[in-house]
């Protein structure tokens, strides 16, 4: 793909993701059109009214405090976990590698679930305990794993790693599941924030999540060529001048971030990571530079979409947005696995 | 750039293993000179290209790059003069030739640094040099064996090395393809490249080698000129075979035919 088909589309899907957006702010209880949306964002900004005072106050209302902010971390939380699944797909040579290879999840579900039983009230800059304990036990999990993997030495390390992951991941689900049978009374708090979710997320979720996301973005950027020389395998990576320690332990860091700070603003979202960088290696190929814009952008559209239905489909009642990530990915999955097979790795 | 690369009293093995694969070996591989690695399975010959490619590091010896240890020069650094060639690419991902190409400007480049004309210029002579051109936007995976194996020495020659190592090029490759490759692979030695091969083929090493180094378990048993290593007391030896020795037709280097067992001598 040329250089300008590849930024041509980049910008088409860049156009397609604000669109979607625009439309999901008017989705809701209260239904507004594309131009009462326009006319409230542009009466607002997030630092105070403009002049133009032509939109309706609850419709500002609306959309400035409560459907925004809630549209742009859905978006956020999706390129987060696309670009972290990306990252580790690189990392592994792995097509079913995703954000939580190495435990991210299921610590982050530990943290959450210990703040839940124990009741933690510890808030900080906004948040509650539970967002905290996740972010906390997701970057705990990874560390842990990390080093286990690198201190075994004796497997290939992108392997001891992948192993570590999931027998810790292992560990930790155990604990989780034993900490919710001990507490009954918890038991349906830990099990729908597990299923991922961003009813009732605001500003401040937003805030401070864009800040890990935005580092996290430039970092795995940076590492793109890397990326690109460790699909040779990390011997060969090696022979062509890669410190690949170096590389890996950044690659891992910077990823680990990305999903943690997803992690705690909505729970626990699956297929994302998985799904998206694979649809963005079909649409630009395989090499990084160009894969993780793609994967991010794709992966905040299929989130915002996901969500958009978790609150429309059964409303008032609001689904996981897990659930339609996995309702609307795994048929996608099968299909690219039919469509394309070599897109998926050789 | 006359660049050698020695190795000395370089002694490897794996974690968990009490033996080593490699004793005490010594050699030296010589700018304009192509050097191969003979000797049967398990000799290793593998090992040897890999701890000389700065991916195993040794028990004891060191691996000198121009007199330098290469565990002392940064990877990058070893990688802008070293170039290695694997017996088996397994790529990930389906990138085109020309990505795969490009990436052999990665020591050049490093991990930000945007491609220049140069390198771009570099990338095109390594595809043309092969015979890619045709395939340059065409994923890896799609070729044929023998192309496959032509992309990944052109990323070797991309990275414009001085020392390029080569462990089995030819095997499963066809007649036609076994030639080409080690034509380029003459030339480049003519042109000035240090080349250590390791080839499986007696005959391909008779003809192609300057000189060959012929290795059985873990050891270097000798070193020289195909005539001198090429003997039937040589070769019964290592490999346990009967063989005559002849000479090439065209170009009198050693030809070694084996020994079919129904027409094998009776055993002294």
Aim: hydrophobic residues 55%; neutral net charge.
């Amino acid at each position: 793909m040329s250089h300008r088909r590849y930024f041509v589309t980049l910008l088409g899907l860049t156009g397609l993701l604000v669109m979607v957006l625009l439309l999901s702010l008017g989705l809701g209880a209260v239904h507004l059109s594309p131009a009462e949306v326009w006319a409230a964002l542009a009466g607002r900004t997030p630092w105070g009214e403009t002049a133009n005072r032509n939109a309706d106050r609850v419709t500002a209302v609306i959309i400035w405090d409560f459907r925004l902010a809630r549209t742009l971390l859905a978006a956020g939380v999706g390129a987060a976990l696309a670009v972290a699944g990306a990252a580790f797909q690189g990392l592994f040579r792995n097509p079913l590698a995703d954000p939580f290879v190495m435990g991210a999840s299921s610590g982050a579900a530990l943290g959450a679930t210990l703040a839940i039983v124990l009741n933690l009230t510890v808030t900080w800059g906004g948040f509650g305990a539970v967002p905290l304990a996740a972010f906390l036990g997701a970057l705990i999990a990874v560390a842990l794993v990390y080093f286990i993997a690198e201190s075994v030495g004796s497997a290939p390390p992108a392997i001891a790693l992948l192993l570590a992951g999931t027998a810790l991941s292992s560990l930790f689900s155990a604990a989780v599941s034993m900490l919710t049978v001990l507490s009954e009374l918890r038991l349906h708090e830990v099990f729908f924030w597990l299923l991922g979710g961003l009813g009732g997320r605001s500003w401040p979720h937003l805030w401070a999540m864009l800040p890990y996301l935005a580092l996290s973005l430039i970092a795995l950027q940076a590492l793109a060529r890397p990326l690109d020389v460790l699909a040779f395998g990390e011997e060969a990576a090696q022979s062509l001048g890669l410190e690949v320690r170096r590389a890996r332990l950044l690659v891992v860091a910077a990823a680990s971030l990305a999903t943690a700070a997803a992690v705690a603003s909505s729970g626990i979202i699956g297929f994302v990571g998985l799904i998206a960088p694979h649809a963005a290696r079909l649409l630009f190929g395989p090499a990084h530079q160009r894969l993780l814009p793609a994967s991010a952008l794709l992966g905040a559209l299929l989130v915002v979409l996901a969500d958009d239905l978790a609150r429309t489909v059964l409303a008032p009642l609001e689904l996981p947005v897990g659930v339609l990530t996995a309702l609307l990915g795994a048929p996608f999955f099968l299909y690219l696995l039919r469509a394309r097979r070599e897109a998926l790795g050789d | 750039m006359m660049t050698t690369l020695s190795v000395e009293n370089l002694t490897c093995g794996y974690n968990g293993h009490n033996e080593p694969v490699l004793a005490d070996v010594n050699l030296t591989a010589r700018p304009g000179e192509v050097l191969a690695l003979i000797g049967p399975n398990g000799a290793g010959k593998t090992t040897l290209l890999r701890a000389m490619s700065r991916v195993l590091r040794p028990q004891r010896g060191h691996v000198r790059l121009n007199g330098h240890n290469i565990w002392e020069l940064p990877a990058q650094q070893v990688a802008r003069q070293v170039a290695c060639v694997a017996q088996n690419t397994r790529l990930a991902w389906p990138y085109t030739v020309r990505q795969v190409v490009a990436l052999g400007r990665f020591p050049h480049r490093g991990w930000l640094s945007p491609y220049t004309a140069d390198d771009r210029r570099i990338i095109e002579e390594a595809l043309n040099r092969t015979g890619l051109w045709a395939f340059r936007e065409r994923p890896l995976h799609t070729l044929s064996g023998g192309e496959q194996q032509r992309a990944i020495i052109a990323r070797a020659l991309a990275q414009a090395p001085e020392v390029l190592l080569l462990d089995e090029p030819v095997a499963h490759l066809d007649l036609k393809y076994q030639v080409t490759i080690l034509d380029l692979v003459r030339e480049l030695a003519d042109g000035g490249l240090t080349v250590v091969v390791s080839l499986h083929d007696l005959n391909h090493a008779a003809c192609y080698a300057d000189r060959l180094a012929l290795l059985a378990k873990g050891q270097l048993l000798a070193i020289g000129e195909p005539a001198a290593i090429l003997t039937a007391a040589n070769l019964e030896a290592v490999y346990d075979t009967q063989v005559v020795v002849s000479q090439h037709p065209l170009n009198h280097v050693p030809l070694v035919t084996p020994v079919p067992g129904s027409m094998r001598r009776p055993a002294a």
